[in-house]
């Protein structure tokens, strides 16, 4: 083995991490690798030199071995060295370039293998829309879900015949096969068999072999009262069919909510604005407005009521999910001022208005908000 000390070979501090030398080592392989340098003697040697560095650093107990003994662990008669070990000879990149390679392809070498035995289907999400009135009361809802079902046909095997499936001839049944790629080899899945090991002799004419079909079905969904938006409801086992005898995934509906034309809901409470006549908002009286349940519902508002104020009617709003407990309902109002008046009418107005203003302490808000301008503007010229 070369004197050269490993961790100057990779450009590294003797203190480095795992992640540090393998990212240096990954650097320097592409850099120096003979497919990037052709007839390239000194690159070809020095790749050789930076894979013995990365296949020792990279093992902790050859590593602890170097760091104690240095390059002498690794000769012939060195403290449990496993012989000798030259750059010239060193015929074990090809373990330390998989590392690397593993992480840029997904790939594998000398680590091939089936899949093997059944897997489970995919879960399938459908979305279900209901009024707000329906998420009220609850409901038991039909569905039609587009979904992949074990074939009938050849009972999800594939194959039309009792002879099932063969090996696969390009694979030998391992599922992945090998090329030699320069100085290394690398397994790749076999594109025969898609890496199961296995081909089916006579596919199925149903499912073409794949032993699942598309279908429709009709499924019945029990929506519980007081459901809320984005809520979901399982139903096991109504998923896609699984692969090779594998269980079925499941079905998760999504329940999404109907905008509704009176009500807005914030968790169990309703919201509900509601426009009031100037006359009935300065005079007092009471409205009816209708309820969740399709009742109606008196509100009584006091003289004198101003846009934005709010009336609770209390268990008027949605039931809690699985619970006999409502939530409330709120009203909130808004003062509309009369339009398109006219002659008699202004003239009405006017009276009152001035009325009004003789009398005082009739408009609150705008006596103060006006007391206060004038009470700015006095300092402003001061």
Excluded at 151 to 169: A, I, L
Excluded at 199 to 228: E, F, M, N, W
Excluded at 353 to 382: C, I, M, N, Q, R
């Amino acid at each position: 083995m070369s004197d050269k000390d490993l961790y100057e070979i990779l450009g590294v501090e003797k203190s480095a991490s795992d992640d540090e030398i393998k990212k240096a080592y990954r650097k320097l392989a592409m850099k120096y690798h003979p497919d990037q340098n052709r007839d390239d003697k000194e690159a070809e040697t020095k790749f050789k030199e930076i894979s013995m560095a990365y296949d020792i650093l990279k093992d902790k107990q050859k590593r602890a071995a170097y760091d104690q003994y240095g390059a002498q662990a690794f000769q012939g008669g060195g403290a449990g060295g496993p012989g000798g070990f030259n750059p010239g000879d060193f015929q074990g990149f090809g373990s330390a370039f998989s590392d690397i390679f593993e992480d840029m392809f997904g790939g594998g070498m000398g680590r091939g293998g089936r899949p093997s035995g059944p897997m489970r289907g995919s879960d399938v999400q459908f979305t279900l829309e209901v009024t707000l009135e329906e998420a009220f009361k609850g409901k038991d809802a039909k569905i039609k879900v587009p979904s992949v079902e074990q074939c009938d046909v050849c009972d999800g095997k594939g194959s039309k015949s009792k002879s099932g499936n063969q090996t696969c001839p390009t694979c030998n049944g391992r599922g992945r096969v090998r090329a030699q790629q320069g100085f290394f080899t690398i397994e790749r899945t076999c594109s025969t068999c898609h890496g199961e090991g296995e081909i089916i002799k006579d596919p199925c004419d149903t499912c073409s072999g794949t032993g699942r079909i598309q279908k429709q079905k009709t499924l019945q969904v029990s929506i519980p009262a007081g459901i809320d938006q984005g809520r979901r409801i399982r139903l096991a086992g109504e998923g896609e069919a699984g692969v090779k005898g594998g269980p079925p995934g499941d079905l998760y509906v999504l329940i999404g909510i109907k905008p509704h034309k009176f009500f807005e809901r914030e968790g169990s409470d309703l919201y509900a604005r509601v426009p009031l006549p100037m006359t009935k908002a300065s005079m007092g009286g009471s409205v009816e407005v209708p309820t969740i349940e399709g009742s109606r519902a008196s509100v009584k508002i006091p003289a004198g009521a101003q846009t934005g104020q709010q009336f609770r009617l209390k268990n008027k709003g949605m039931p809690a999910l699985r619970s006999s407990i409502r939530g409330d309902m709120y009203i909130e109002i808004f003062v509309e001022t009369p339009k398109n008046l006219d002659k008699k009418q202004q003239k009405l107005m006017q009276e009152l208005d001035e009325t009004l203003a003789k009398s005082g302490k009739h408009y609150e808000e705008s006596e103060s908000f006006f007391k206060k301008v004038k009470d700015l503007w006095s300092d402003l010229t001061e």
